[in-house]
């Protein structure tokens, strides 16, 4: 078991090195694909990054979202719960102003019948009687003053004309016994014995009760945190402005939303001051106030855009150094490659006539020998030999010898033409060609045509004469059967072609016969 275990880990090893290596090659035979592999890589860590990024930011709303909702919720309990027992105190007013003895008793008695000790909390401006006229019938503090009048009130008059107000929240308004102090009332009617109007019970909250709740809540710099009423009159405001208490925000879109449901969270920008917030508000159950937490949208991300700006600067830095690296290695195994190709061109390249060499002449005919025997099309080899190539260059010098073996390689590649044709120089002054899917005749036919080019040319100048060379040319024709090699074509060309320079030269000799030259016809 343990010997077949090792053996599996080997075979894993060897697959592992297999592809690593198949990888490489690859990359290396492809170099655009590390250019467009790294910058895809970088794409990624950038995506990654920014959608990393985009989930940290709404986290970081999420819980600015629910931090404020826990704040509405703290305000709106402490408000709810400060209301109920003023309601209770106020509740017990009533039922003692209904008996026409309590309000009958000496002052100090009818305090104690009248007011609880609730009425003495902090934040409460007094606790009153106030007859059906407006005048003051009692007093908690015992401010009782003949000619002060609140027949104008509005929580007055709302229980003067219904029965049916219950607790009812007046809106901001100036003491008149508190030397103008800023309140709002608490009130509930009190009915006579035969149910008719008979005054109102009265608490008077000082506004401050409302902004010292506010200032315990930490929204930020520009953040803001308020109480307001149901019509939009606003009772307190953190950051806190005297000319704002009072005064109507209905107009305003962000209360326009904030009514229209008992709950919510929404962004908007304030109309006070311009600034994004996000605005968490809820009802304060059985009251007309509503509790809000804004804090503004800038300071909740602030923390994040600091870590945004460290993750995109990173990200950037690590995804261009990726990029660069990934196309500086492209670079470098494009040119690699390029080089590459480079050697091998000139290592199979023939340096003087441009042709291919005898290495590209051994390969392409094998190719093309194992091509045609499964095809069974026949195969042809040209074999081209200069004409007194040895006396050309001792008369007229290296040069010429040169330029002749050009001209004759142009010659041979004017006429051979096919893509599939092979045209080499075989070495020295001798050429081949190698002619798939061709005919003995066919060969011969281009065979014919190339010797006819090459005579048409003058190589040289000698005494204002041109001077030509010839070519003689041995063409092998075969279908390549069982147990013959491509060679056997070869040389059965290049018997060919010592027949044609035994023959005479200039001329073309094929295994199915000779062409006769035409060196010295003169229609030729």
Known sequence: MARQTLSLRRRLRKTLRAAGAGVTRYVGNHPLVAGMTGTLVALAMAGLT????????????DHARQTSQNLVSIISSDLERNVEIYDLSLQSIVDGARDEAALALPPEVRREVLFDRATT?????????????GEVLASQNDDVHAAVRFADRDYFLAHQRSRSVGLYFSHPFHSRLRDGKLSIGLTRRIDGADGAFAGVALLAIRIEYFQHLLDRIDTGKLGSVFVVMDDGTLLARKPFSARDIGSSIAKSPTFELMSARDAGTYEAVSAMDGVRRMYTYARVPGTPLIAAVAPAVDEVLEPWWHRSRIAGVLTLTFGAVVVMVSWLLAFALRDKLRAQAALMRLAATDPLTGLGNRRVLD????EEWRRARRSGQPLSVLFIDIDHFKHFNDAYGHASGDEALTTVAECISAVVRRSVDVVVRYGGEEFAVVLPETSAEGALSVAEKIRRKVQGRHVVQSHGEGVTVTVSVGCATGVPAAGERALDLLAAADRQLYAAKAGGRNRV???????????HDPSA
């Open 50 to 61: 920014l959608l990393t990024l985009g989930m940290g930011r709404a986290d970081a709303l």
């Open 121 to 133: 909390a902090a934040y409460l401006g007094g606790a009153y009687v106030i007859g059906p006229n």
């Open 363 to 366: 390969n392409r005919l094998d």
């Open 509 to 519: 000799s094929s295994g199915q016969g000779m062409a006769p030259s035409m060196a």
